[in-house]
């Protein structure tokens, strides 16, 4: 909370451009579910709601614990409020939304009629199989 993604400082000017322009986050979409992470929150049920936390896409970096407190809706929130407390703004005081988030520009939802995320895991029996895009510095063994 101290730190930005970036490693820069947290400040008031950050807490009030990231509140200016970032008010809304797409909380759910096909590539998994963005609320809670059942390491974050181990007393919800439903915190484990499609999630995909191997790693990043091709998986050259693997997920790590420590990492997840800053990918999550529910810790976004809190961290919020105790901003607002230190600033006087939060900057994570914003809409939600959910959405398909594809990139085939076809509209298959449905799941009888689903393309796909991407034209890389459209229609094959693997799609759904970890890393979602292939490369040299994969690290899980079989991908």
Do not use: C
């Amino acid at each position: 909370m101290d730190k930005t993604y970036a490693g820069g400082r947290v400040d008031k000017n950050y807490v009030e451009l990231r509140a200016k322009w970032e008010p809304l986050y797409e909380v759910t979409q096909i590539k998994g579910d963005g609320e809670a992470h059942p390491f974050l929150s181990p007393d919800d049920e439903y915190a484990d709601y499609e999630t995909w936390d191997k790693g990043n896409l091709d998986l050259s970096v693997l997920k790590k614990d420590e990492m997840l407190q800053g990918e999550y809706l529910r810790e976004a929130l809190k961290n919020g409020l105790k901003l607002q407390k230190k600033f006087g703004m939060n900057p994570y005081k914003f809409g939600l939304v959910g959405a398909t988030d594809t990139h085939t520009s076809l509209s298959t939802a449905e799941e009888e009629n689903f393309f796909g995320k991407s034209t890389s895991v459209e229609p094959n029996k693997h799609r759904i199989e970890p890393p979602f895009v292939k490369s040299k510095l994969a690290t899980i063994e079989g991908y």
